[in-house]
C-alpha cells in the first residue's frame, strides 16, 4: 500500500502507525494541501511487527545537459599565479633569513630556505613561492614585516 504522508513523523523499527479518523496526523493521497510539500511514498505494512518503508525520491533535472549550477570546475576561475620575489639585504643575517622564511612560508623547508636565502645572496633576488595572488600578497607582507626585501610579480611573464 503506497500513500503520502503530511508533516514529519517518526517510524521506529517496531512502531506500526495506524491513524484514527479525524487525527491530526492522518494519511492523505496527493500533494499535502496546507504545506505545498509533494507526497512521500511509503509502504506501510499491514498490522503487526515492522516499520514503514521509505522509498528513495526520484529527483529530476530541470535542464537537461547540464550537470548542476552549483558545479564547482565550471564556475571557479583559477586565480593566476604570483611569484613571491626575495630581494638581497646588506643588513640581515643569513641565519635570520633562513629563519623567517621558514616561520612565514607554508611547508617550507630548511634546505628550501637555505637555497632561496644562497640565490638572494649571490644572484639579488630569488622566487620564494609562486601562489595565487592573494597568498602571495600575505606572503610578501609577512616577510616585510619580518625586516626582509620581497616583492611579487606575474608568474605567466618572464622567464
Do not use: W
Not at 552549483?70 to 586565480?79: P, Q
Not at 639579488?124 to 595572488?133: F, M, N
Not at 620581497?150 to 618572464?158: F, M, R, T
Request: glycine share 10%.
Amino acid at each position: 500500500m503506497e500513500t503520502a504522508i503530511c508533516g514529519k513523523l517518526a517510524l521506529s523499527p517496531n512502531h506500526v502507525f495506524n491513524p484514527k479518523p479525524g487525527d491530526k496526523h492522518s494519511l492523505s493521497k496527493g500533494p499535502c494541501p496546507n504545506l505545498g510539500i509533494p507526497p512521500m511514498a511509503v509502504a506501510a505494512p499491514g498490522p503487526g511487527k515492522g516499520a514503514g518503508l521509505l522509498e528513495r525520491p526520484v529527483i529530476e533535472r530541470t535542464t537537461p545537459g547540464r550537470d548542476s549550477e552549483f558545479d564547482v570546475r565550471k564556475s571557479r576561475k583559477t586565480a593566476p599565479p604570483y611569484r613571491v620575489i626575495l630581494h638581497n639585504d646588506n643588513f640581515n643575517k643569513r641565519e635570520y633569513v633562513v629563519q623567517v622564511l621558514m616561520k612565514v612560508i607554508p611547508g617550507m623547508t630548511l634546505d628550501n630556505a637555505v637555497n632561496i636565502m644562497q640565490e638572494a645572496h649571490y644572484n639579488g633576488l630569488s622566487v620564494v613561492i609562486i601562489c595565487a595572488q592573494a597568498d602571495a600578497e600575505d606572503h610578501c607582507m609577512q616577510l616585510r614585516g619580518n625586516g626582509l626585501l620581497s616583492s611579487i610579480e606575474p608568474a605567466s611573464g618572464g622567464c
